[in-house]
């Protein structure tokens, strides 16, 4: 590949249902990419969540075939994701990730009962539970396989960003849920440098 010629990109939006990665994606995707997201497929195809998830799913395979740009929105809770970021990452892909979690799942089932009431999509509570754990574990893989990972705490009305690296490079920063050793816990990564992630005045 020519050192000019630009990688092919995938931008991830990540987290446990109710984290609050939606409104990460609205402020943060760029508006040139295409944006592959099954809700959005079944709003405009009217069809169910299971073919809107199919379809969203040979979407995401065709672009990766075709090495084009695109982002999407995952609660990366199974393999099935991760491992088309791995095929993509073998494939040359740049990767740039936005991993958006709270401190207790609570709080996510809390959120996703006020979006319901408000006309949202529901998630059952037990679901919620069940995926949230799978998905901290998961935290490694999605960090290791990203050139770029951004994590987000989201519990507060502010969110607050924990960790970031680049390339090979890890900076973390603390606040009273968050400290260097739990962070390390959750992304696997030891050696990290401490620099304010957040411009705190």
């Not at 609205?26 to 709003?43: C, F, G, T, V």
């Not at 996510?108 to 979006?115: E, G």
């Amino acid at each position: 590949m020519n050192n000019m010629q630009k990688k092919p990109e995938i931008i991830v939006f990540a987290g446990p249902n109710g984290s609050g990665k939606s409104t990460f994606t609205e402020i943060l995707r760029p508006s040139q990419m295409d944006y592959i997201n099954a809700d959005e497929i079944k709003k405009n195809l009217k069809c169910d969540d299971l073919e809107a998830a199919q379809l969203a799913e040979r979407q995401r395979e065709t672009y990766l075939s075709d090495k084009r740009d695109f982002c999407f929105e995952t609660v990366l809770s199974t393999s099935r994701n991760l491992d088309l970021l791995k095929r993509a990452q073998e494939m040359g892909y740049f990767i740039r990730c936005y991993y958006v979690l709270t401190i207790d799942p609570m709080i996510n089932v809390y959120r996703v009962k006020a979006r319901v009431a408000s006309g949202g999509h529901d998630v059952p509570e037990e679901k919620i539970y069940a995926r949230y754990d799978r998905a901290i574990v998961l935290v490694p893989k999605v960090v290791a396989v990203s050139d770029i990972c951004h994590i987000y705490d989201n519990s507060e009305e502010e969110p607050f960003r924990i960790f970031k690296k680049r390339k090979d490079l890890y900076f973390y920063d603390e606040c009273d849920d968050w400290q260097r050793a739990k962070i390390g816990t959750l992304t696997g990564i030891s050696d990290m440098e401490r620099k304010d992630l957040n411009h705190r005045v």
